[in-house]
């Protein structure tokens, strides 16, 4: 009789406790998120610690409880530096894996390919590569440099320091082509030339004949928008013909590139330019170093793609936080009325724009791999995808005339 009498007792703890598990179930669900990087290929080297600054924020979020108490599960796929492959990897994690957001793409062919998916599919994409502007989705937030924050202000500074005739070199594809557009129109405006514009295909290996030209021409200066592993043999070949004292102002060349390629290092005369830098001397940016090379390993470097991957995450769980959801749409609304303290300084999303407010630097590139910075504005910068300069009409009918010179072969007087 004393046994029946716990019966009642039992079944109503049973019940509770199967209420409670009911209740907490969904608090530890996972919240997935989807990242979308060159793991393989040619902008592999550019592209891994990418992935391990994303990684690296979504640990530090799980460690601290993740994002509305539940914990975020990262799914990574390789897009195989392949615009195709990014797209098809895109529709993979948002339709099979239910994927909150996707992180990732470095070139904008890539961007352009998975904007198309993220549009069919409500979806959102944090962007965090520097890019050419004239585009604005609202399912995108872009929180790499926009024309105004790297492009035009990089060439302004290259120009005042170095002259007024230009060589202009990039990989065969939208980032360089449309930058060199406004290059060209910062160097005309300066009563500059643009001596010559080539482009190669990121799978480019030969320079030979364009540092021949380089040499030939001698320019005040020469604008890189190469980018990936095309920037060893560049330099290789600009060290090999006698050019390393020729300035080369890079967009596609941060710290990671430097470690890699030993040629970077080698020429005496290389800058880039960027928002931010591992040398950046603040407390925050140091503590940043340190979290990342703990992680990773103490011979691994930051860079501002790397700390704008870390950013990345950090915002979107702001923006979770904000709206108490991770619908990707309710992400879109309340993420342009997010900001963070980073790394690199307060860090603000435009609600206009869905930019990122950034600094603009140049560094001068050190043969240990780092970079001598100075300050190119006074301040952060607004984004403005769009130069003023031009209407956005103006801006697209521009751009649908874009041709590509490519060098011919190499004459005698050009090898001299």
């Not at 024309?147 to 002259?163: E, K, M, S, V």
């Not at 869905?354 to 100075?374: K, L, M, N, T």
Request: aromatic content about 8%.
């Amino acid at each position: 009789m004393r046994s029946r009498s716990f019966l009642p007792l039992l079944l109503v703890l049973a019940a509770l406790g199967a209420s409670l598990w009911l209740w907490q179930g969904p608090k530890h669900t996972p919240i997935r998120i989807g990242v979308i990087h060159s793991l393989t290929g040619v902008m592999a080297e550019s592209e891994r610690g990418l992935v391990d600054a994303l990684r690296l924020s979504v640990e530090e979020l799980n460690a601290n409880g993740g994002v509305l108490g539940q914990p975020v599960e990262m799914l990574v796929a390789d897009s195989r530096s392949d615009p195709s492959t990014a797209a098809n990897e895109a529709r993979r994690l948002i339709m099979e894996e239910r994927v909150q957001a996707l992180f990732g793409c470095w070139t904008s062919a890539c961007r352009k390919a998975v904007r198309t998916v993220v549009e069919e599919q409500d979806g959102v994409l944090f962007y965090p590569l520097q890019h050419e502007g004239l585009e604005q989705s609202a399912h995108i937030v872009y929180l790499g440099a926009a024309p105004n924050q790297q492009i035009l202000p990089g060439t302004r500074w290259a120009l005042d320091r170095f002259g007024k005739r230009a060589y202009l070199i990039g990989s065969d594809y939208v980032f360089p082509r449309i930058a060199n557009l406004m290059v060209r129109d910062m160097v005309v405006a300066a009563g500059g030339t643009v001596e010559a514009e080539h482009y190669e295909p990121l799978s480019a290996t030969d320079f030979t004949r364009i540092a021949a030209r380089i040499r030939h021409v001698r320019p005040d200066f020469v604008i890189s928008t190469l980018n990936g592993a095309g920037n060893e043999p560049f330099f290789a070949a600009l060290l090999a013909v006698g050019l390393g004292d020729i300035p080369v102002v890079s967009f596609s060349v941060g710290e990671a590139e430097l470690q890699a390629m030993a040629s970077l290092r080698s020429h005496p005369a290389h800058f880039a330019v960027w928002g931010y830098f591992q040398s950046l001397p603040s407390a925050s940016n140091q503590d940043f170093v340190e979290s990342f090379r703990a992680r990773f390993g103490h011979e691994r470097v930051t860079s501002d793609p790397i700390e704008t991957s870390y950013n990345a995450v950090r915002l979107w769980a702001r923006a979770v936080e904000a709206s108490g959801t991770s619908d990707p749409v309710q992400i879109l609304n309340a993420v342009g009325r997010q900001g963070i303290s980073a790394p690199s300084g307060t860090v603000a999303i435009d609600a206009a724009t869905r930019h990122a407010w950034r600094r603009v630097y140049a560094g001068h590139a050190r043969s240990d791999g780092q970079f001598d910075i100075e300050p190119i504005s006074t301040g952060i910068v607004r984004p403005t995808p769009f130069p003023p300069y031009r209407s956005r009409d103006a801006w697209i009918q521009r751009v649908g005339g874009l041709s590509i010179i490519r060098p011919g072969p190499a004459t005698p007087e050009d090898l001299r």
